[in-house]
Nanobody, 119 residues
Framework: QVQLVESGGGLVQAGDSLRLSCAASGRTFGTYDMGWFRQAPGKEREFVAFISWLGVSTSYLDSVKGRFTISRDNAKNTLYLQMNSLKPEDTAVYYC????????????WGQGTQVTVSS
């Protein structure tokens, strides 16, 4: 499994942008599907975005479609989440997660990075 460390969170105003990064250890990052999840206070963790191991396939939570973009740089062992037009309801701790290709469950998780959007 890879080790994951998120960064890039912060306090922003509604309408602003942030880019989250997730640095992965190991030489096998390129063989893992990756995802972003988030958990708001008092709510369950929810899926935000997914990217396949080669970056060919992506999917998004409906409420972030058109505003968030997931991408990866396998040469740099890094996953990104570009978040534009942020809304207060995007406030949450954001986590990146990995799963080996062909496996259904995300088995490795980062420690999370806080994103707070003020109105």
């Amino acid at each position: 499994q890879v080790q994951l460390v998120e960064s890039g969170g912060g306090l922003v105003q509604a309408g602003d942008s942030l880019r989250l990064s997730c640095a992965a250890s190991g030489r096998t990052f390129g063989t893992y599907d990756m995802g972003w999840f988030r958990q708001a206070p008092g709510k369950e963790r929810e899926f935000v975005a997914f990217i396949s191991w080669l970056g060919v396939s992506t999917s998004y939570l409906d409420s972030v479609k058109g505003r968030f973009t997931i991408s990866r740089d396998n040469a740099k062992n890094t996953l990104y989440l570009q978040m534009n037009s942020l809304k207060p309801e995007d406030t949450a701790v954001y986590y990146c997660a990995s799963r080996p290709k062909g496996v259904s469950d995300f088995g490795s998780w980062g420690q999370g990075t806080q994103v707070t959007v003020s109105s």
